[in-house]
């Protein structure tokens, strides 16, 4: 458990969308009714959100081509990356998530393109391993949990672990239900961020131009 007067640890969420054509959509709802600061999405920025029912509008969502870059920007938050998987080397160790000594914010690296092991660019950034231990049978080679549920088990430890706040009931007819946020706000940030990465790109784009206008004789004259 942390500190109570420690500040409250960050929790990164770290997808793969290699492929560019991964549904994301519950992963973004998994990560969003966790609390993530961020959810890191490595590969293509085009993915589906199907299932996600709208979450993807409540959490943070940064794109990075490598995961190179997504560790460089992870370490530079102070965060700890962790890979979730059910399946690694035997000369690989990995830790039951339960039994997990956090430290502090931890950015979890999920194993979704390939359910139950990571690819060697996802274990490459990777500090250590958690699993989530079996008890029942095992039927076939395929994992016997979902990779999502897998990934909700693992986020629940860390939460609990950093004590998140808990999200409060309301009375209802039923059975009662979460309490609703209100719209995001965070949908502005990522309007305002696009706008500054299309700015970028088109200053980028217009300096290219300008150095293909220049003849190199001009540049060594001026130069």
Excluded at 19 to 38: P, V
Excluded at 188 to 209: C, F, G, I, N, W
Aim: charged share 15%; hydrophobic share 45%; glycine share 6%.
């Amino acid at each position: 458990m942390t500190d109570a007067s420690s500040p409250r640890p960050a929790l990164y969420v770290v997808l793969s969308n290699t492929s560019g054509k991964q549904n994301l959509g519950t992963y973004l709802r998994t990560a969003t009714a966790f609390g993530a600061t961020q959810v890191i999405v490595v590969g293509s920025q085009r993915f589906g959100t199907h299932g996600a029912h709208r979450a993807h509008k409540y959490v943070d969502i940064v794109h990075f081509y490598k995961y190179s870059e997504a560790q460089e920007y992870l370490l530079s938050q102070n965060c700890a990356i962790v890979g979730i998987a059910q399946r690694l080397d035997d000369a690989v160790s990995s830790s039951a998530v339960h039994a997990m000594p956090f430290t502090g914010s931890t950015a979890f690296v999920v194993d979704n393109e390939n359910p139950g092991v990571l690819s060697p660019e996802q274990a490459a950034i990777c500090d250590a391993f958690v699993h989530v231990p079996f008890h029942g049978v095992q039927p076939s080679q395929a994992p016997a949990l979902d990779a999502t549920v897998v990934t909700a088990i693992a986020l629940h430890h860390f939460t609990k672990w950093a004590a998140f706040p808990v999200r409060a009931f309301e009375a209802t007819s039923t059975q009662g239900k979460f309490v609703l946020d209100d719209y995001p706000t965070v949908e502005a940030v990522k309007q305002d961020r696009r706008a500054q990465e299309v700015a970028a790109a088109r200053l980028a784009h217009r300096s290219l131009d300008v150095d293909e206008l220049i003849d190199p004789g001009l540049a060594n004259i001026f130069g």
